[in-house]
């Protein structure tokens, strides 16, 4: 099993506010990809959706400014069963966000893009939350073909 | 052992033109940090230099168009010993960029920062072929505190 890993520190904010933009559909939406409904409650299930396709969360904890955790229950195969982990805590004035995509089969050459790609989505999510303006699909940032 | 692993696709271009960003000093200067000096080819060894520090990489592999790999023989301890491989290929007028930072100890918090400033320095690789412009190192994009 292998995982993605990824750090960012968002300026000027409490870990609440990061927290509101992981377990609100609202702010989901404004870094990640617009179109997301669903019940980010824990133990509701949130439906992504971008261009090619999307995933399915099931959200299994949320645990306030501190812990959020989806189990993916659908979506590209290699994600399915695979579980997308929140850390969140205070630095000063800043909040650090510790990411980890974990329980990958096998480090395929898609897991190679979804790490990338996750950085520009949390990149999205630290200039939501800091600026008001995120860069959610159809709005990301492109690091390959047309995507 | 754990590794980090990302994927940009650059657009119109061959690999012989990203070969030359990983294996040329002003290449690497262009995208990594505009403080590198040393020997880029075979046996080899680069300095890259930070504001905050730097690492030495001894040249293990150059195939041309194809594969370039590092080992870090100066750094952070968790950085020594680890290596970085690049692999490229040609899709159509693409060229796709497989990266891997490969063989840290454990997955510490230095790690997950690690993963996502390599993904912003992959796509200032990824714009520096592109468009003659990257955001090489002190004009890099900042994940975190002023780093």
Request: proline share 6%; glycine share 10%; with cysteine.
């Amino acid at each position: 099993m292998v995982d993605i890993l990824h750090r960012v520190a968002v300026e000027g904010t409490a870990p609440e506010k990061v927290y509101d933009a992981l377990t609100t559909i609202d702010g989901l939406a404004g870094w990640w990809t617009t179109d997301t409904t669903g019940d980010a409650a824990e133990g509701g299930v949130i439906a992504f959706r971008f261009p090619p396709g999307g995933f399915d969360m099931k959200v299994l904890e949320t645990t306030p400014g501190e812990h959020v955790r989806w189990e993916v229950v659908d979506g590209p195969e290699e994600w399915i069963g695979t579980t997308v982990d929140w850390r969140l805590r205070a630095d000063d004035d800043w909040t650090i966000v510790m990411f980890e995509h974990q329980g990958w089969a096998e480090p395929v050459e898609f897991m190679h893009h979804c790490s990338t790609k996750w950085a520009t989505y949390l990149m999205s999510l630290k200039g939501l939350v800091e600026t008001g303006t995120g860069a959610p699909a159809p709005h990301d940032v492109h690091i390959a073909f047309p995507d």
